[in-house]
């Protein structure tokens, strides 16, 4: 029974298929596929400034990310430089050791011959054996005077011995030490790549309008909050003049106007963000840390209201972005990747503090 009903259905169903296919036939004014006339395909629909803001916060956080990345590749960076330059020196000091080794072995070996010459005898004992009284005294004078130079040789022989043991002790570490940071530079070598490239799918993905319009509700949001930071009255209490080595500094960095941000980079053709501050500083003769971390960690903290142009301006809760102040609420800083050294307006991005580099 239940194979009759279903064949039924089955039947029933088949049916109904093939008239509505005739239907859809022969229904006058049906429209029909053919190749002189294609389907257009449908415009895509426009994104709303709020989808657009969700973008627009996306993409700045991954260039953040990127950002700290960097602060990370540069310190690895420093820091092999200088484990570099310390194996180096490590390298000329065992050089030296292990001539300076080599010399007071030939002289022990000397020293040895010589009693091998002297029938074995020691000093002492053939002098004992002497029947000139004058050349017995002279001769114990020379004998405490080899003594001492041979006690003195072999101290030295030990000392040098043990400086090379502590030379190749201290050249193993550093090359460790060495090898870490060159994986760590090589892993945040990778971030940074991969957050730069998420952004800037992200970006590409945009119809061209709409990247217009989100380059523009990135400057609005940067003039929203450089406005509140002037509406503070925080300007009113800045007053102080750049110092000469300041000059210098300002003159060099807004000097860099126009020149692309790359990662890593410390001119002369392109730079990062504390690349750019920690060059114009040295082009005003003093050195200061490499990353804008270091730069908070260990420049002079001085309050907003005492901050004069040549200073420099951290950024964000993580210190991973600085800027220099010029003056007049701006600062001239390296923003991103796919944007050049520019000015912008001092409290357009979160201030973590400010740091002094010069007195």
């Keep these: 029974m239940q194979g009759v009903t279903g064949k ?7 049916v109904a298929l093939i008239c509505a296919t005739a239907v859809v036939v022969t229904a006058p004014g049906a429209a029909h596929a053919s190749p002189s006339s294609p389907t257009r395909p449908t415009a895509p629909t426009p994104r709303s400034d709020e989808s657009l803001e969700e973008v627009r916060k996306e993409i700045e956080r991954l260039y953040h990310d990127a950002g700290v990345a960097t602060d990370a590749y540069n310190a690895a960076e420093e820091k092999a430089d200088k484990q ?5 020196k490590l390298s000329e000091d065992i ?9 007071l072995k030939a002289r022990a070996g000397a020293a040895a011959r010589s009693q091998y010459r002297g029938g074995g005898m020691p000093d002492e004992a053939q002098l004992m054996l002497s029947d000139d009284p004058g050349e017995f005294l002279d001769g114990a004078g020379r004998v405490r005077q080899g003594h001492k130079a041979t006690k003195s040789m072999l101290t030295e022989l030990s000392r040098t011995q043990e400086d090379l043991r502590i030379y190749a002790e201290d050249a193993t570490a550093r090359w460790k030490k060495l090898e870490a940071n060159r994986k760590a530079k090589a892993a945040s070598k990778r971030k940074i790549k991969k957050k730069i490239a998420d952004a800037e799918k992200l970006e590409s993905r945009l119809e061209k309008k709409e990247r217009e319009r989100l380059r523009e509700l990135e400057k609005a949001a940067a003039r929203e909050k450089q406005s509140a930071w002037v509406d503070s009255g925080v300007l009113k209490d800045i007053g102080a003049k750049a110092t000469p080595q300041g000059k210098k500094a300002i003159a060099f960095a807004t000097a860099q106007i126009g020149k692309p941000y790359v990662w890593g980079a410390e001119g002369p053709g392109s730079y990062d963000c ?16 490499r990353t804008s971390q270091e730069q908070w ?3 002079p903290r001085v309050d907003i209201k005492n901050m004069r142009p040549g200073d420099l301006i951290i950024y964000h809760a993580d210190a991973s972005h600085v800027g220099m102040y010029v003056g007049d609420g701006t600062i001239v800083h390296a923003p991103r990747p796919g944007r050049d050294v520019t000015t912008a307006g001092a409290g357009s991005m979160r201030i973590l503090g400010v740091v002094r580099p010069d007195k």
């Design 8 to 14: 039924r259905c089955s039947t029933a169903a088949t």
């Design 274 to 289: 504390s690349g750019l501050t920690s060059k114009a500083w040295a082009a005003a003769g003093q050195g200061i840390p």
């Design 297 to 299: 960690k260990r420049l």
């Design 84 to 88: 570099s330059e310390q194996i180096v």
């Design 95 to 103: 050089a030296d050791g292990r001539a300076k080794l080599k010399k």
